[in-house]
């Protein structure tokens, strides 16, 4: 470190502060928990994952991508506190997977696989949020807004739809040719607008205001008075065996995510040598079961504000843990300027996280790439929304190794006639799986012809391939066949 790289580290901590704010504050609110929670979160995060992870760019945090597991996890288990128990449980196992060096088995999850869950989580973020943007309190249902049961709230409809205009123009070349909104994040600016409304509406339009429902952080006068807020874990839970579910799935998705996050991290700004995902799993672990014991929310690296931190010029870990160090500051001091913002500017910024994960653009780029894509692409989509996160993620997984299963049975065996010649080809190896197609091509040659077989891509036939070939070989003197290098022996 040196005063080139606090140059640079600083104004780098500060944005990535700024941007981290309104996610960590929003993605609580998502997930139906206090918005003290997210920040926390993003104090663990920032702090001692930063200081454990082997990564000078990732920053941890609560992600957006967990909230669908946290919201039915908590309904499934019934608790805060029985879901902190297998959040700690789900430390111990991304503990283990790092110990374990298990962070290689990444590159076994197809690509279709992950951008289905990305997509997934898009869109039930998108289903989650709508409510919100139009003016819920509280936990609300999509369907609620149609059955009559729903409270329409004007002012949150335009502080929801002017916050997503404002992260739309930030988007745009006009606003990035200008060196200096450049530098200030669009969320802020959403959230900047939707407090001026709270602010100004409370004096000018009273009426108005008292439908727009904003965020309640408690104030700390005290040590205690902080302790008191912390939710402490369900020690008994843990023979809930849905408690071990959860802390399996936590598990799996946010060690899923982080590793993504690191893999796309590589392309920004490469490291030599590059972080090592175990040791970075080890972290994660460490962070979650840090989180479970305090009462905080699960906790990933998270690439957009990985990418936020590598695009202004972070050079070290200290912009990192200049913003989770600013985070702390802003929940124990500033609570009651963060209690100006309302839900609304939250849903806004969610609802466009969700769309950018689930951009019309994906699902278009996986049509076109066939149906060796997006048939497991939509499987899983499909399957996350239905059955949740872990059974999606598995019937994708799935669909993809049947079509891969599919495609190579079909193209492992090939036969090709050259007048009363035939020449038989093996592709690949063959298996017990490959016995149908095999006793189909034999069938179709005729008698008193010759059969020559190209095998020198098969290493290995399964004693069920050699059987077939061996039965055909048996009778094709009968038949007038004559055989050319034969893979087996005959008698």
């Not at 909104?181 to 959403?190: E, H, R």
């Not at 997984?397 to 495609?407: E, F, N, R």
Request: hydrophobic letters at 55%; a neutral charge.
């Amino acid at each position: 470190m040196n005063l080139n790289t606090l140059r640079q580290d600083i104004p780098a901590g500060l944005v990535v502060f700024l941007v981290a704010l309104p996610l960590c504050l929003g993605i609580a609110q998502a997930s139906g928990l206090p918005p003290f929670a997210g920040l926390l979160t993003g104090v663990i995060g920032g702090l001692l994952v930063t200081s454990l992870s082997p990564s000078r760019f990732a920053v941890s945090g609560p992600a957006a991508g967990l909230v669908t597991i946290v919201v039915a996890s908590i309904q499934t288990l019934g608790s805060f506190s029985a879901f902190l128990t297998a959040l700690i449980l789900a430390g111990v196992l991304q503990c283990l997977l790092g110990l374990l060096r298990a962070g290689r088995f990444i590159s076994l999850v197809p690509g279709s696989v992950i951008k289905g869950m990305l997509a997934a989580i898009g869109i039930l973020l998108i289903m989650q949020q709508i409510p919100v943007a139009f003016g819920a309190a509280g936990d609300a249902e999509l369907l609620s807004l149609v059955n009559g049961e729903f409270q329409f709230s004007l002012s949150a409809m335009l502080v929801a739809g002017i916050g997503l205009l404002i992260l739309w123009l930030w988007t745009t070349p006009m606003v990035k040719s200008v060196k200096l909104l450049g530098w200030i994040p669009g969320p802020l600016v959403a959230v900047l607008f939707g407090c001026m409304a709270t602010v100004f509406g409370d004096r000018l339009f009273p009426s108005l205001a008292e439908g727009l429902p904003r965020i309640t952080l408690p104030a700390f006068d005290s040590m205690s008075a902080l302790v008191a807020e912390l939710e402490t874990p369900d020690w008994l839970a843990w023979q809930n065996p849905a408690v071990w579910m959860v802390a399996v799935t936590l598990a799996l998705v946010a060690s899923l995510e982080t590793l993504l996050s690191q893999e796309a991290l590589k392309k920004l700004r490469p490291q030599h040598p590059a972080p090592s995902p175990n040791k970075e799993m080890f972290a994660q672990g460490i962070g979650n079961l840090t989180a479970g014991f305090l009462g905080a929310m699960p906790i990933t690296a998270v690439i957009v504000r990985s990418s936020v931190n590598v695009s202004v010029g972070a050079q070290t870990k200290l912009s990192i843990l200049i913003h989770g160090a600013l985070l702390l500051i802003c929940g124990l001091w500033f609570s009651h300027l963060l209690n100006a913002i309302p839900l609304a500017s939250l849903a806004a910024v969610l609802l466009y996280t969700g769309y950018k994960l689930a951009t019309p653009r994906l699902f278009i780029e996986q049509f076109r790439m066939g149906p060796q894509q997006y048939v497991p692409f939509l499987a899983t989509i499909v399957g996350i929304i239905v059955f949740g996160m872990l059974a999606g993620i598995g019937i994708g997984i799935v669909m993809q190794i049947l079509y891969s299963i599919y495609k190579s049975h079909r193209n492992a065996l090939q036969l090709t006639r050259y007048d009363d010649h035939y020449v038989l080809r093996f592709q690949q190896n063959l298996t017990f799986m490959h016995n149908p197609k095999l006793q189909g091509l034999l069938a179709e040659i005729p008698e008193n012809s010759t059969v020559i077989v190209d095998h020198d891509n098969a290493e290995y036939l399964d004693p069920d391939v050699k059987a077939v070939l061996q039965d055909f070989g048996e009778n094709a003197r009968e038949r007038g066949i004559r055989l050319s290098q034969w893979p087996v022996a005959v008698r």
